[in-house]
Protein backbone atom coordinates (compact mmCIF):
# COMPACT_ATOMS: atom_id res chain seq x y z
CA UNK A 1 0.00 0.00 0.00
CA UNK A 2 1.67 3.38 -0.69
CA UNK A 3 0.13 7.27 -0.83
CA UNK A 4 1.55 9.44 -3.44
CA UNK A 5 2.01 13.28 -3.26
CA UNK A 6 -0.45 15.94 -4.43
CA UNK A 7 0.10 15.71 -8.46
CA UNK A 8 1.30 19.23 -8.17
CA UNK A 9 1.47 22.25 -5.58
CA UNK A 10 -2.14 23.56 -6.95
CA UNK A 11 -4.32 20.69 -7.65
CA UNK A 12 -5.79 18.17 -4.16
CA UNK A 13 -5.91 14.86 -6.37
CA UNK A 14 -3.93 12.11 -4.67
CA UNK A 15 -3.26 9.07 -5.54
CA UNK A 16 -3.35 5.54 -3.36
CA UNK A 17 -2.28 2.09 -3.90
CA UNK A 18 -3.92 -1.06 -2.09
CA UNK A 19 -4.23 -4.31 -2.38
CA UNK A 20 -7.59 -5.16 -1.51
CA UNK A 21 -8.96 -8.46 -1.81
CA UNK A 22 -5.87 -9.70 -3.77
CA UNK A 23 -6.61 -6.94 -6.60
CA UNK A 24 -4.29 -4.09 -6.73
CA UNK A 25 -6.48 -1.45 -6.75
CA UNK A 26 -5.57 2.82 -8.01
CA UNK A 27 -7.90 5.15 -6.24
CA UNK A 28 -7.87 9.11 -7.27
CA UNK A 29 -8.84 10.81 -4.52
CA UNK A 30 -9.82 14.42 -4.95
CA UNK A 31 -9.62 16.21 -1.76
CA UNK A 32 -11.98 19.04 -1.26
CA UNK A 33 -11.85 22.15 0.60
CA UNK A 34 -14.83 21.71 3.68
CA UNK A 35 -17.21 24.21 4.54
CA UNK A 36 -15.21 26.91 2.44
CA UNK A 37 -15.64 25.23 -1.19
CA UNK A 38 -17.40 27.01 -4.07
CA UNK A 39 -21.36 25.61 -3.98
CA UNK A 40 -20.31 24.81 -8.37
CA UNK A 41 -17.00 23.62 -7.60
CA UNK A 42 -18.34 21.03 -5.38
CA UNK A 43 -20.60 19.83 -7.70
CA UNK A 44 -18.53 19.65 -10.14
CA UNK A 45 -16.49 17.55 -7.78
CA UNK A 46 -19.03 15.22 -6.93
CA UNK A 47 -19.95 14.76 -10.76
CA UNK A 48 -16.46 13.21 -11.30
CA UNK A 49 -16.33 10.76 -8.41
CA UNK A 50 -17.66 7.40 -7.98
CA UNK A 51 -17.53 7.27 -4.56
CA UNK A 52 -17.23 9.31 -1.22
CA UNK A 53 -15.83 9.86 1.86
CA UNK A 54 -17.20 12.14 4.23
CA UNK A 55 -15.35 13.14 6.98
CA UNK A 56 -15.68 15.76 9.68
CA UNK A 57 -14.17 16.37 13.16
CA UNK A 58 -15.33 14.75 16.25
CA UNK A 59 -13.99 17.98 17.97
CA UNK A 60 -15.80 20.21 15.64
CA UNK A 61 -19.57 20.06 15.65
CA UNK A 62 -20.43 22.15 12.51
CA UNK A 63 -18.14 19.85 10.44
CA UNK A 64 -20.67 16.62 11.88
CA UNK A 65 -23.93 18.80 11.10
CA UNK A 66 -22.80 18.83 7.55
CA UNK A 67 -22.62 15.38 7.17
CA UNK A 68 -26.45 14.88 6.23
CA UNK A 69 -26.59 17.70 3.66
CA UNK A 70 -23.99 16.28 1.80
CA UNK A 71 -24.83 13.04 1.85
CA UNK A 72 -28.00 14.60 0.17
CA UNK A 73 -26.53 16.63 -2.62
CA UNK A 74 -24.36 13.49 -3.25
CA UNK A 75 -27.29 11.94 -4.09
CA UNK A 76 -29.29 14.65 -5.78
CA UNK A 77 -26.09 16.00 -8.37
CA UNK A 78 -25.82 11.91 -9.14
CA UNK A 79 -29.33 11.75 -9.71
CA UNK A 80 -29.09 14.46 -12.49
CA UNK A 81 -26.20 12.35 -14.76
CA UNK A 82 -28.27 9.05 -15.26
CA UNK A 83 -25.53 6.70 -15.23
CA UNK A 84 -26.30 3.41 -15.93
CA UNK A 85 -26.41 2.21 -12.10
CA UNK A 86 -28.32 5.96 -11.03
CA UNK A 87 -30.82 4.90 -9.78
CA UNK A 88 -28.98 3.38 -6.83
CA UNK A 89 -27.65 6.39 -4.47
CA UNK A 90 -23.26 6.44 -5.05
CA UNK A 91 -21.55 4.59 -2.35
CA UNK A 92 -20.49 6.89 0.51
CA UNK A 93 -18.55 6.04 3.82
CA UNK A 94 -18.97 8.47 6.81
CA UNK A 95 -15.83 9.15 8.52
CA UNK A 96 -15.08 10.64 12.08
CA UNK A 97 -11.61 12.02 12.23
CA UNK A 98 -9.40 13.20 15.08
CA UNK A 99 -10.55 10.70 17.24
CA UNK A 100 -7.34 10.91 19.47
CA UNK A 101 -8.10 14.57 20.32
CA UNK A 102 -10.52 13.46 23.65
CA UNK A 103 -10.37 15.96 25.70
CA UNK A 104 -11.54 18.40 22.76
CA UNK A 105 -14.38 16.01 21.53
CA UNK A 106 -17.56 17.68 20.89
CA UNK A 107 -19.19 14.46 18.74
CA UNK A 108 -19.72 10.96 19.85
CA UNK A 109 -19.17 7.77 18.32
CA UNK A 110 -22.76 6.94 18.94
CA UNK A 111 -24.32 10.12 17.21
CA UNK A 112 -21.86 9.59 14.31
CA UNK A 113 -22.69 5.79 13.79
CA UNK A 114 -26.46 7.11 14.48
CA UNK A 115 -26.39 9.43 11.26
CA UNK A 116 -24.21 6.89 9.38
CA UNK A 117 -26.51 4.08 10.01
CA UNK A 118 -30.01 6.93 8.89
CA UNK A 119 -28.38 7.52 5.85
CA UNK A 120 -27.35 4.06 4.82
CA UNK A 121 -23.76 4.53 5.46
CA UNK A 122 -20.41 2.41 6.52
CA UNK A 123 -19.17 4.34 9.98
CA UNK A 124 -15.19 4.78 10.92
CA UNK A 125 -13.86 6.93 13.97
CA UNK A 126 -10.23 7.25 13.28
CA UNK A 127 -7.11 9.28 13.87
CA UNK A 128 -5.64 10.04 10.81
CA UNK A 129 -2.50 11.64 12.37
CA UNK A 130 -2.04 8.27 14.95
CA UNK A 131 -3.46 5.18 12.53
CA UNK A 132 -2.59 4.41 8.73
CA UNK A 133 -4.20 1.48 8.88
CA UNK A 134 -7.95 3.00 10.09
CA UNK A 135 -7.63 5.44 7.56
CA UNK A 136 -6.34 2.20 4.64
CA UNK A 137 -9.84 0.71 6.41
CA UNK A 138 -11.98 3.25 5.20
CA UNK A 139 -10.78 2.85 1.39
CA UNK A 140 -11.16 -0.62 1.58
CA UNK A 141 -15.28 -0.31 3.10
CA UNK A 142 -15.23 2.64 -0.20
CA UNK A 143 -14.26 -0.70 -2.65
CA UNK A 144 -16.67 -2.76 -1.15
CA UNK A 145 -19.58 -0.55 -1.20
CA UNK A 146 -18.51 -0.10 -4.91
CA UNK A 147 -18.46 -3.42 -5.68
CA UNK A 148 -21.80 -4.04 -3.98
CA UNK A 149 -23.76 -1.50 -5.88
CA UNK A 150 -22.54 -2.38 -9.15
CA UNK A 151 -20.15 0.19 -9.76
CA UNK A 152 -16.87 -1.58 -10.45
CA UNK A 153 -18.55 -3.80 -12.81
CA UNK A 154 -18.62 -0.76 -15.20
CA UNK A 155 -15.21 -0.24 -14.35
CA UNK A 156 -14.12 -3.92 -15.57
CA UNK A 157 -15.21 -3.35 -18.65
CA UNK A 158 -13.52 0.18 -18.69
CA UNK A 159 -9.83 0.29 -16.54
CA UNK A 160 -8.63 4.06 -16.70
CA UNK A 161 -7.68 6.97 -15.39
CA UNK A 162 -10.19 9.76 -14.57
CA UNK A 163 -7.68 12.69 -14.02
CA UNK A 164 -6.97 12.88 -17.95
CA UNK A 165 -10.27 13.32 -18.91
CA UNK A 166 -12.91 14.40 -16.79
CA UNK A 167 -11.12 17.60 -14.66
CA UNK A 168 -11.00 20.55 -16.67
CA UNK A 169 -11.11 22.80 -14.51
CA UNK A 170 -8.04 20.69 -11.81
CA UNK A 171 -5.87 20.28 -14.55
CA UNK A 172 -3.15 16.63 -14.58
CA UNK A 173 0.10 16.11 -15.61
CA UNK A 174 0.00 12.50 -14.19
CA UNK A 175 0.27 9.62 -16.25
CA UNK A 176 -1.46 6.92 -15.33
CA UNK A 177 -0.34 3.26 -15.50
CA UNK A 178 -2.95 0.86 -16.63
CA UNK A 179 -2.39 -2.12 -14.77
CA UNK A 180 -4.09 -1.64 -12.34
CA UNK A 181 -7.67 -0.87 -11.69
CA UNK A 182 -8.37 3.21 -11.25
CA UNK A 183 -11.39 4.72 -9.50
CA UNK A 184 -12.53 8.05 -8.25
CA UNK A 185 -13.53 9.22 -5.15
CA UNK A 186 -14.11 12.20 -3.70
CA UNK A 187 -13.15 13.00 0.25
CA UNK A 188 -15.27 15.81 1.29
CA UNK A 189 -13.85 16.96 3.97
CA UNK A 190 -14.99 19.25 6.94
CA UNK A 191 -12.42 19.65 9.32
N1 LIG B 1 -4.83 15.49 16.22
C1 LIG B 1 -5.17 15.24 14.95
N2 LIG B 1 -4.97 16.20 14.02
C2 LIG B 1 -5.33 15.91 12.74
C3 LIG B 1 -5.85 14.66 12.36
N3 LIG B 1 -6.09 14.70 11.02
C4 LIG B 1 -5.72 15.91 10.60
N4 LIG B 1 -5.25 16.64 11.62
C5 LIG B 1 -4.74 18.02 11.59
O1 LIG B 1 -5.83 18.88 11.24
C6 LIG B 1 -5.34 19.97 10.45
C7 LIG B 1 -6.13 20.04 9.14
O2 LIG B 1 -5.76 18.92 8.37
P1 LIG B 1 -5.98 18.92 6.81
O3 LIG B 1 -5.66 17.58 6.28
O4 LIG B 1 -5.29 20.12 6.23
O5 LIG B 1 -7.54 19.14 6.76
P2 LIG B 1 -8.40 19.74 5.59
O6 LIG B 1 -9.82 19.43 5.88
O7 LIG B 1 -7.85 19.28 4.27
O8 LIG B 1 -8.20 21.27 5.78
P3 LIG B 1 -8.63 22.34 4.67
O9 LIG B 1 -7.50 22.31 3.67
O10 LIG B 1 -8.72 23.62 5.46
O11 LIG B 1 -9.94 21.90 4.11
C8 LIG B 1 -3.85 19.72 10.24
O12 LIG B 1 -3.16 20.47 11.20
C9 LIG B 1 -3.70 18.22 10.54
O13 LIG B 1 -2.42 17.91 11.05
C10 LIG B 1 -6.05 13.67 13.37
O14 LIG B 1 -6.51 12.56 13.17
N5 LIG B 1 -5.67 14.03 14.64
Same mark, same amino acid.
Given at each position: MSWSHPLSSTETIYRHVSLVDGECVQFEVLDTAGQEEDAMLIEEK /??? *? !??? @? /? @?YSVTD???FDEVVRLRFLIN %? @? %?????? *? %??? &????? @??? *?????LQYDRMVTEEEGGGVARALNCPFFEISAR???? !????????LYHELANNGTLSAFRRKVSSKLMDKMPRIPST?????? &?RSFSLSSVKDF
Open positions: /IKW *A !EGF @V /I @VRCS %H @V %HAGLKR *A %HAD &TSPPV @VVV *ANKKDDSYE !ETVAVFTAATMGLS &T
